[in-house]
């Protein structure tokens, strides 16, 4: 089973692993996270034999953080290549995406971008904060 959500911002996406790595009842397989200029895509990937209370539990909780989100071709291209194995750095260049994590969720690959493109920048826009 397959969330695909659109955040608004880097919070959003760190209370998503927070609630994904405090709960052990959810048989998570994978997390991507994709940095967009408008905010933050994340698909969670359940495997199959998710209960459906918690499946139902999982999805509110998305509900309230953002909205689903049907990807253009471009990201669908880069979410299905990075499913087959390809590294994220092949996808980001070959799709022109910001691929920040793909694989077990981790809060500081996304702390590490945030920090990372702020200081490029020079200030934090919105959808870093």
């Not at 959810?26 to 209370?53: A, C, F, N, Y």
């Amino acid at each position: 089973m397959d969330y695909i959500y659109h955040l608004a911002n880097a919070s959003l996406s760190l209370r998503i692993v927070e609630h994904l790595l405090g709960t052990p009842k959810l048989p998570l397989s994978w997390l991507t996270v994709i940095h967009q200029i408008d905010g933050w895509v994340i698909k969670v990937r359940m495997h199959d034999s998710i209960e459906e209370q918690v499946a139902g539990d999982f999805r509110a909780y998305l509900d309230e953080l953002g909205i689903p989100y049907e990807p253009n071709i471009r990201l669908r291209m880069a979410l299905w290549a990075l499913e087959t194995g390809q590294s994220p750095v092949d996808v980001m260049r070959r799709y022109q995406v910001a691929v920040v994590s793909h694989g077990k969720p981790d809060r500081k690959e996304i702390e590490a971008f945030r920090h990372q493109f702020v200081m490029g920048l020079g200030y934090c826009p919105e959808t870093l904060a």
